[in-house]
């Protein structure tokens, strides 16, 4: 298994702000992804983190918007930017340590006024 | 592309009557099928996961989910309901393993009645 930690664990932030959310991992994984979780909805993939490469955003969400970093086997980060309202939703990380696997972190819940 | 279908948001069972939780998938190679339970205010929990070595799958809690390829379907049951059981079920799947993408369902939130 993995254990996850993610910063901040909530924010209350202004539109037009950015805000980087820190994923932590306590062993090294290659594949790490960032998913949505809008209020009252299920998950939905941002983009997939691999360690040396590009991240690869899934459709409807761009770099611009959710700029990521994957600087090391163990960390990640997710920026949102210039946030709107719309934004509000709880941001999730989790890792795949290896086959039928895949763990979360406790998520960061961010809400946009 | 894969899919899954939770059929019905919200579920009610009395505490210890039996909990039945439907998950259907949409998929055009073997799935590898999962089911995650986030309680309130937490993080995502893996329950169980199909990878076809056994189609009847017991996972943590006394959880357990059988893969029915006629019925495209992964149902999570549990003989006796506990109020701790109450949260939001996720049912995903993903076409290699689970360490690639998952495509979720859009849960079932299980209350239980005391």
């Known amino acids: 298994s993995a254990v996850i930690s993610q910063k901040p664990s909530r924010d209350i932030c202004q539109r037009g702000t950015s805000l980087t959310i820190q994923c932590q991992v306590d062993s090294q994984v290659t594949m790490m992804f960032w998913y949505r979780q809008q209020p009252g909805q299920s998950l939905t993939l941002i983009a997939t983190?691999?360690?040396?490469?590009?991240?690869?955003?899934e459709s409807g969400f761009v770099i611009d918007k959710f700029p990521i970093s994957r600087p090391n086997l163990t960390f990640s980060t997710l920026t949102v930017s210039n946030m709107s309202p719309e934004d509000s939703s709880i941001y999730l990380c989790?890792?795949?340590?290896?086959?039928?696997?895949?763990?979360f972190g406790p998520g960061t819940r961010l809400t946009v006024t | 592309a894969q899919s899954v279908t939770q059929l019905g948001s919200h579920v009610s069972v009395s505490e210890g009557a039996l909990v039945l939780l439907r998950c259907n998938y949409s998929s055009s190679v073997p799935p590898y099928l999962f089911w995650y339970v986030q309680y309130p205010n937490q993080g995502l929990q893996l329950l169980l996961k199909?990878?076809?070595?056994?189609?009847l799958v017991k996972g943590i809690n006394g959880f357990e989910a059988e893969f029915k390829k006629s019925e495209t379907s992964f149902h999570l049951t549990k003989p006796s309901a506990h109020m701790s059981d109450a949260a939001e079920y996720f049912c995903a799947v993903s076409p290699s393993g689970g360490n690639e993408k998952l495509t979720f369902g859009t849960g079932t939130r299980l209350t239980i009645i005391p």
């Open positions: 989790s890792v795949s340590p290896g086959v039928y696997e895949q763990y």
């Open positions: 983190a691999n360690q040396g490469s590009e991240a690869t955003y």
């Open positions: 199909y990878t076809s070595a056994a189609t």
